[in-house]
């Protein structure tokens, strides 16, 4: 087994990789334990033909075992005979009732990995072939469907701009624990690895010993099955991609998607066209049993209900035929901001406490008069739905409510909106339209406001 070739063969796969270019970092996930131990030497091989990269060891202690300091010091040692460059990160994992440990633990330690690289940097794992059956077991335990089966890729996209790679995941753990005795790789023995309250452990010390007893390429066959699994949903994803568009819309700049459109797909598809765009705004896919609640509310429920659906990180709403995803957050009520100088205003613009800024113009004859020296200048952020107004393209005035409706502004959103006032008085729903009473006449200056 020649591990740098191994490697050669996955930095070979990275699709856009120029090494014409300015030279990318590798950083490699470095527990100390028997798979990472082989790997870092088989990295140190890998440096001396390819000088043109950067390298890097991480270990990441987290501080659970009595051992971790005595690890982080063998890492330094092992690698300081590998003439790499190693780095300890300590992290904290948080341990909380209800909250895995397990998950905890791969999570801060990714943020550390992540901590260490930039764009385009490779982090390279030393998951193995035994590694891979166990993520497909878990995955089957899970309910998973293709995209959970496929597990993990020899090659993939990482944290959008960076890259992921597994050397070894072809590799048997009987290879890699026969190659580190043949080269007398001196490594770590984490304890926590034999404790079975973790199902990755009760897996590898109950479970998989038995089925290679009775079937001693499992291993293998599964991955198998995992890389077909990951053909399909590479298909799925590419017409996804094709689908997906055709059934959202831009509101402002939210992605919301259209009811009438979704509902034209069958049902198959409407659960996959949702989880494509739950995945595409950056939240956690529901459950099968939640994409069917999900589907038959926002598809099935009178025209009048109140839909509002929560799960972990995303509350889902519907309105006016579209299904809004919004984050699951605790918002307070944006204050009203008092306007000292519209010059200061027209110079620097304000922040109005959305994430987002209003700026401001002057032109001859556009916009609303300048307010008048007993006049206070407000920003505000919720009138009475009762309030008459009346926009600059109309004859007859109207409620706030009603043209909120009109203009088809979601209810969760009005509050949000920001409101130019004189001495409370509405002048401006900005963005959406300025009152008739305060518009400037043709030769007077005027002031134009938008939020960005």
């Known amino acids: 087994m020649d591990i740098a070739e191994l490697i050669q063969h996955c930095i070979d796969e990275l699709p856009s990789i120029d090494l014409s270019q300015k030279p990318r970092k590798i950083v490699l996930a470095y527990s100390g334990g028997v798979d990472s131990e082989i790997l870092a030497q088989g990295l140190s091989l890998f440096a001396k033909q390819q000088p043109q990269f950067e390298y890097q060891l991480v270990h990441v202690h987290h501080g659970l075992s009595d051992n971790a300091d005595d690890w982080a010091k063998h890492c330094q040692a092992q690698a300081a005979l590998y003439k790499l460059p190693c780095t300890v990160a300590r992290v904290e994992v948080t341990i909380a009732p209800r909250v895995s440990i397990e998950a905890q633990a791969r999570s801060v330690r990714y943020q550390a990995l992540l901590a260490q690289m930039e764009a385009a940097d490779i982090l390279m794992t030393a998951h193995h072939q035994d590694d891979q059956l166990e993520t497909i077991l878990l995955a089957l ?31 048997s753990k009987s290879e890699v624990e026969a190659y580190a005795m ?10 926590s690895n034999f404790d079975e309250k973790y199902d990755r452990n009760f897996l590898r010390q109950s479970i998989i010993p038995s089925l290679k007893q009775r079937w001693s390429a499992i291993a293998a066959t599964a991955s198998r099955s995992a890389e077909l699994c990951a053909m399909q949903q590479s298909v799925v994803d590419e017409e996804m991609a094709a689908r997906l568009p055709s059934i959202q819309r831009l509101e402002g700049e939210e992605s919301v998607i259209e009811l009438a459109a979704l509902a034209e797909h069958s049902k198959a598809w409407q659960a996959l066209l949702l989880r494509g765009q739950m995945d595409q705004l950056g939240f956690a896919p529901p459950s099968k049993v939640q994409a069917e609640e999900i589907l038959s509310q926002l598809l099935d429920a009178k025209a009048d209900a109140n839909i509002e659906i929560k799960l972990a990180d995303v509350v889902i709403k519907r309105y006016k035929g579209a299904g809004y995803f919004l984050a699951l957050t605790k918002e307070a009520p944006l204050n009203n901001i008092t306007v000292l100088s519209i010059n200061e205003l027209v110079a620097q613009g304000i922040s109005c406490g ?16 300048l307010p008048r020296e007993d006049e206070k200048v407000t920003i505000e952020f919720s009138l009475p739905g009762s309030t008459r107004c ?63």
């Open 141 to 171: 335990k899970r309910g998973l469907g293709p995209k959970g089966l496929s597990a993990m890729g020899k090659v993939q996209s990482f944290d959008k701009n960076k890259w992921l790679i597994r050397p070894l995941l072809d590799i």
């Open 390 to 452: 009346q926009p600059h393209n109309r004859n007859k005035g109207r409620e706030l409510k009603k043209l909120w409706q009109e203009f088809a502004v979601p209810p969760w959103v009005r509050a949000k909106v920001p409101l130019l006032c004189y001495n409370g008085k509405l002048v401006s729903a900005i963005g959406y339209w300025n009152e008739k009473a305060y518009l400037c006449s043709e030769n007077e200056t005027g002031l134009t406001l938008k939020s960005s």
């Open 354 to 369: 959305t994430g987002k800024r209003l700026q401001a113009d002057l032109f001859i004859g556009v916009g609303v008069r």
């Open 182 to 191: 043949k080269h007398q790789i001196s490594h770590i023995q984490d304890e």
